[in-house]
């Protein structure tokens, strides 16, 4: 499974972004895929994730409210609605999916908001 993600950028506080995370490969026993983050100097954090198969959806508490997790299952995309940015939202994004027994990752992207 190779996950490729986009939509990154540098944004003033307030703003929005879209991410992106483009699946191909073995992906037809996906269950899961979810966002995570990783800001310099911390430990990598879970953003969103959202079942494969079915709508539940979940939160970081930080992000509820503002960030919102979709897919397109047809496309094997799934998207990550990001809005009223904040300066602590800066970080490397990364997806991932739940296939079978393994987990899989993208390389990230980078989100930068400034304030």
């Known amino acids: 499974v190779q996950l490729v993600e986009s939509g990154g950028g540098l944004v003033q506080a307030g703003g929005s972004l879209r991410l992106t995370c483009a699946a191909s490969g073995e992906t037809v026993r996906t269950y899961a895929r979810g966002w995570f983050r990783q800001a310099p100097g911390k430990e990598r954090e879970f953003v969103a994730a959202i079942a494969w198969f079915g709508t539940t959806a979940r939160y970081a508490d930080s992000v509820k409210g503002r960030f919102t997790i979709s897919k397109d299952n047809a496309k094997e995309t799934m998207y990550l609605q990001m809005n009223s940015l904040k300066p602590e939202d800066t970080a490397v994004y990364y997806c991932?999916?739940?296939?079978?027994?393994?987990?899989?990752w993208g390389q990230g992207t980078q989100v930068t908001v400034s304030s």
């Open positions: 991932n999916a739940e296939v079978a027994l393994d987990v899989y």
